[in-house]
């Protein structure tokens, strides 16, 4: 089947960075976009960034805004989280998510059909 597996996080402290990576395993797809979800205790799943391949163009929410960048590849079905100026309250498990296009409104969880196991990111002040 489809696996994706998420690597990167950690402890920093405020102000610091982390680059999270996201890579497909198992049988071979075609995303429509992928992106980042993001969760925190007692808090539901959260909107960060994601790309359609169609259009190249990055969408963040507005907490990141200027902060994360995300990257990745169509073709290998990878992408990228380069998260700067980090915050306490960035501090979550952090997943990533690919769609297939069953679905359009991205910055929703419902929309995707893959999903990573999530990657710890704790951020100290």
């Known amino acids: 089947q489809v696996q994706l597996v998420e690597s990167g996080g950690g402890l920093v402290q405020a102000g610091g960075s982390l680059r999270l990576s996201c890579a497909a395993s198992?049988?071979?797809?075609?995303?429509?976009?992928m992106g980042w979800f993001r969760q925190a205790p007692g808090k539901e799943r959260e909107f960060v960034a994601v790309v359609s391949w169609s259009s190249g163009s990055p969408v963040y929410a507005d907490s990141v805004k200027g902060r994360f960048t995300i990257s990745g590849s169509n073709a290998k079905n990878t992408v990228y989280l380069q998260m700067n100026s980090l915050k306490p309250e960035d501090t979550a498990v952090y997943y990533c998510?690919?769609?297939?296009?069953?679905?359009?409104?991205?910055?929703?969880?419902?929309?995707?059909?893959?999903w990573g196991q999530g990657t710890q990111v704790t951020v100290s002040s």
């Open positions: 998510a690919a769609s297939l296009g069953r679905l359009r409104v991205l910055v929703l969880p419902a929309t995707y059909d893959y």
């Open positions: 198992g049988r071979t797809f075609s995303s429509v976009a």
